[in-house]
């Protein structure tokens, strides 16, 4: 079961985090995205020298998580080596709640483990969704 400070979750953050590919900005990032079923998934931040088609941590573990056949997201860790409490970037909120619901929790950590946790309708106030497209 989940608690407010899922030390599996930070883990499984910290230990992708290990795997980023981050020559050019040296940032590494980690995430890990347990889905509504319990299961965890993954990813680490990857960079290519053509600057704006590298891609977060966040994402990678999204993208993990849908080729696992999971689609909803119960809870996210962050960590990042050089920022405690690094916090997931626009970019990656609009994809985190794509796949979250309103009290999807969001644990932003340190070294030891988690430290804040928000939840996703407080990470991404006045979300853009619309009924028009889906
Ligand atoms: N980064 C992430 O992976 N997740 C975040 O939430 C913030 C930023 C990455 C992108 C880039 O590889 C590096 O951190 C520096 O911006």
């Not at 860790?77 to 009290?103: H, T």
Request: overall charge negative.
């Amino acid at each position: 079961m989940t608690d407010d400070r899922p030390h599996d979750l930070f883990e499984a953050a910290r230990e992708a985090m290990a795997k980023a590919h981050a020559p050019y900005s040296r940032f590494p990032v980690g995430a890990a995205i347990r889905d509504t079923d319990g299961n965890i998934h993954a990813g680490a931040n990857i960079e290519v020298i053509s600057f704006p088609e590298g891609w977060c941590a966040e994402t990678t573990a999204i993208g993990h998580m849908i080729m696992a056949g999971a689609s909803r997201i119960a809870e996210v860790a962050v960590i990042a080596e050089k920022l405690d409490l690094c916090s997931p970037c626009g970019g990656c909120r609009q994809r985190l709640a794509e796949f979250s619901a309103p009290d999807t929790l969001i644990h932003l950590c340190d070294a030891e483990g988690v430290k804040k946790t928000v939840r996703m309708d407080e990470l991404l106030p006045l979300a853009f969704q619309t009924e028009t497209i889906g």
